[in-house]
């Protein structure tokens, strides 16, 4: 072994193997000799033993002295004159997106050690992007990049049409106006009902469906969902039922003490609100006046909704009342009483079951959202003004409202945030009446300046089935949406 061979060399010779001390003759007597040897010695190759085979470790290269020549990235001169390469803008490209170098035309990085690793596995995109290309690819969604902003959706300011409508009352109480699934407009003039038939914005025909005469007027138009009877509620207390093809008078009913200012139909069930604080049920089917009467409020009846699968009846009324009834009881299933005003505005989702909203008068002012299946109120929107009317877009989960005191504006929600979409303005009294066409795209609303305004403030539905007559006297339940 080293230490056995050790203790026996002579003293002032080289420690050196016993094989090679003959060949090498090194003697360390004398300083020069030595020197020389030594020198020899260096400059014998090193050849590793035949009987024994070196492994050395892996290479490991430090990556801060990297360069970009090594990868052909780097920026080289032009052998030639100034001419530029054309591969040029290529590899200053691809370096910037592999590293996020400077990428413009002129730009030379010098790369520093340390600064930027060839193989790191995440590239500091704080900075703007540098390559034409990182814009591009964060616009269309690449991982970790934000969701773009989708562009408001663009609301006509001004109404496509304006008609004059002479005598339409300004009173909070009625309910004027309505737009059938048959695309005609029924509206209450003074003692008049007269129908407006519409073909793609176009007014084509005007008829007077009926006169009530100098001792009665009109209250309240409302159409069947498939679109072929009207009923018109009188001054006088009276709920009457016409066939709008025929121009005639099929049924009166009475049963109402005063004036009839609102009604409803479901499928097959008319519904009317009065002055004298009560809500009959009619049903055309059976010989009688009314089948049950709803008794709830203490003051007038001026807004009734039915909901879309014909189970709930929304009621409100100028004691400041919102009520839920269903057809199994004649008592309210829900009292709903934080409103401060008149209750008028009232319309139901067609997009979630058991969700309808209200809203009040001048002292009131707010857009309530309700939860019929437990009574909770869901949120609370002040609008600023008086709410007259509501109405829920079928096509997108919107919803518009009209106002009174002070500012007689048209608003346009996205639920459930209740951001304004857009603020219509036009009229210059109370914007008491409103309708939705057909569609769902146009919205017709009417006031006391004795002008109808048409407004296109909805998108188109995808997908929509045709409404099918069934007939008034069918059992059969038939849903417009």
Same mark, same amino acid.
């Not at 094989?19 to 020197?35: H, K, N, T, V």
């Not at 269309?140 to 008609?163: E, F, Q």
């Not at 009166?252 to 008319?270: E, Y």
């Given at each position: 072994?080293?230490?056995?061979?050790?203790?026996? &060399?002579?003293?002032?010779?080289?420690?050196?193997?016993?094989?090679?001390?003959?060949?090498?003759?090194?003697?360390?007597?004398?300083?020069?000799?030595?020197?020389?040897?030594? !020198?020899?010695?260096?400059?014998?190759? %090193?050849?590793?033993?035949?009987?024994?085979?070196?492994?050395?470790?892996?290479?490991?290269?430090?990556?801060?002295?990297?360069r970009l020549h090594n990868f052909a990235l780097a920026d080289r001169p032009s052998p030639g004159s100034g001419s530029r390469d054309d591969g040029s803008a290529y590899s200053r490209l691809l370096r910037a997106?592999?590293?996020?170098?400077?990428?413009?035309?002129?730009?030379?990085? @010098? #790369?520093?050690?340390?600064?930027?690793?060839?193989?790191?596995?995440?590239?500091?995109?704080?900075? !703007?992007?540098?390559?034409?290309?990182?814009?591009?690819?964060?616009?269309?969604?690449?991982?970790?990049?934000?969701?773009?902003?989708?562009?408001?959706?663009?609301?006509?300011?001004?109404?496509?049409? /304006?008609?004059?409508?002479?005598? *339409?009352?300004?009173?909070?109480?009625?309910?004027?106006?309505?737009?059938?699934?048959?695309?005609?407009? !029924?509206?209450?003039?003074?003692?008049?009902?007269?129908?407006?038939?519409?073909?793609?914005?176009?007014?084509?025909?005007?008829?007077?469906?009926? #006169?009530?005469?100098?001792?009665?007027?009109?209250? &309240?138009?409302?159409?069947?969902?498939?679109?072929?009877?009207?009923?018109?509620?009188?001054?006088?207390?009276?709920?009457?039922?016409?066939?709008?093809?025929?121009?005639?008078?099929?049924?009166?009913?009475?049963?109402?003490?005063?004036?009839?200012?609102?009604?409803?139909?479901?499928?097959?069930?008319?519904?009317?609100?009065?002055?004298?604080?009560?809500? *009959?049920?009619?049903?055309?089917?059976?010989?009688?006046?009314?089948?049950?009467?709803?008794?709830?409020?203490?003051?007038?009846?001026?807004?009734?909704?039915?909901?879309? #699968?014909?189970?709930?009846?929304?009621?409100?009324?100028? #004691?400041? @009342?919102?009520?839920?009834?269903?057809?199994?009881?004649?008592?309210?299933?829900?009292?709903?009483?934080?409103?401060?005003?008149?209750?008028? =505005?009232?319309?139901?989702?067609?997009?979630?079951?058991?969700?309808? =909203?209200?809203?009040?008068?001048?002292?009131?002012?707010?857009? %309530?959202?309700?939860?019929?299946?437990?009574?909770?109120?869901?949120?609370?929107?002040?609008?600023?003004? @008086?709410?007259?009317?509501?109405?829920?877009?079928?096509?997108?989960?919107?919803?518009?409202?009209?106002?009174?005191?002070?500012?007689?504006?048209?608003?346009?929600? %996205?639920?459930?945030?209740?951001?304004?979409? +857009?603020?219509?303005?036009?009229?210059?009294?109370?914007?008491?009446?409103?309708?939705?066409?057909?569609?769902?795209?146009?919205? /017709?609303?009417?006031?006391?300046?004795?002008?109808?305004?048409?407004?296109?403030?909805?998108?188109?539905?995808?997908?929509? &089935?045709? +409404?099918?007559? !069934?007939?008034?006297?069918?059992?059969?339940?038939?849903?417009?949406?």
């Amino acid at each position: 072994s080293g230490a056995s061979a050790g203790a026996g &060399a002579k003293p002032g010779r080289l420690n050196v193997p016993a094989g090679m001390a003959g060949s090498l003759r090194l003697d360390a007597s004398s300083p020069a000799s030595s020197s020389s040897s030594v !020198a020899r010695l260096l400059e014998i190759p %090193k050849t590793p033993s035949p009987s024994k085979v070196t492994y050395s470790d892996r290479f490991i290269p430090c990556r801060t002295s990297s360069r970009l020549h090594n990868f052909a990235l780097a920026d080289r001169p032009s052998p030639g004159s100034g001419s530029r390469d054309d591969g040029s803008a290529y590899s200053r490209l691809l370096r910037a997106e592999l590293f996020g170098g400077d990428a413009s035309p002129g730009g030379d990085r @010098q #790369d520093s050690p340390g600064s930027n690793n060839l193989f790191r596995f995440k590239t500091d995109r704080s900075s !703007a992007p540098s390559s034409p290309f990182a814009e591009k690819l964060d616009c269309a969604g690449g991982a970790g990049s934000p969701t773009p902003k989708k562009a408001p959706r663009k609301v006509p300011k001004t109404p496509h049409k /304006v008609l004059d409508a002479p005598s *339409l009352q300004d009173d909070f109480y009625l309910n004027l106006v309505d737009w059938s699934s048959q695309n005609m407009l !029924a509206v209450g003039l003074g003692t008049c009902v007269y129908l407006w038939s519409i073909a793609n914005g176009t007014v084509i025909q005007v008829t007077k469906l009926c #006169d009530l005469g100098p001792r009665d007027s009109v209250c &309240a138009v409302h159409w069947t969902r498939e679109g072929s009877y009207l009923a018109v509620g009188t001054s006088l207390g009276d709920v009457q039922i016409w066939d709008s093809s025929r121009c005639k008078r099929i049924r009166n009913m009475g049963g109402h003490q005063t004036r009839a200012g609102v009604l409803a139909w479901n499928s097959t069930i008319l519904s009317s609100g009065s002055r004298d604080k009560n809500i *009959l049920q009619h049903d055309i089917r059976v010989p009688t006046d009314y089948i049950s009467k709803f008794s709830g409020h203490r003051s007038e009846v001026c807004g009734l909704k039915w909901s879309h #699968d014909d189970r709930e009846l929304a009621s409100g009324g100028n #004691d400041n @009342q919102l009520l839920v009834w269903n057809q199994r009881s004649q008592q309210p299933v829900l009292r709903l009483t934080e409103h401060t005003a008149a209750v008028k =505005a009232i319309t139901w989702s067609p997009h979630q079951h058991s969700l309808v =909203a209200s809203g009040g008068g001048t002292a009131d002012r707010c857009i %309530k959202f309700w939860n019929t299946a437990n009574g909770n109120m869901l949120n609370s929107i002040d609008t600023g003004s @008086q709410v007259c009317n509501l109405a829920w877009c079928k096509n997108v989960n919107e919803l518009v409202s009209t106002h009174g005191y002070s500012q007689n504006q048209i608003m346009v929600w %996205k639920y459930p945030s209740m951001s304004k979409v +857009a603020t219509l303005t036009g009229h210059t009294l109370r914007v008491l009446y409103l309708a939705t066409s057909p569609d769902g795209q146009t919205i /017709v609303t009417g006031a006391g300046d004795e002008t109808l305004r048409f407004w296109n403030i909805f998108p188109s539905m995808k997908a929509q &089935a045709p +409404a099918r007559d !069934a007939g008034l006297f069918s059992f059969s339940r038939s849903h417009i949406r």
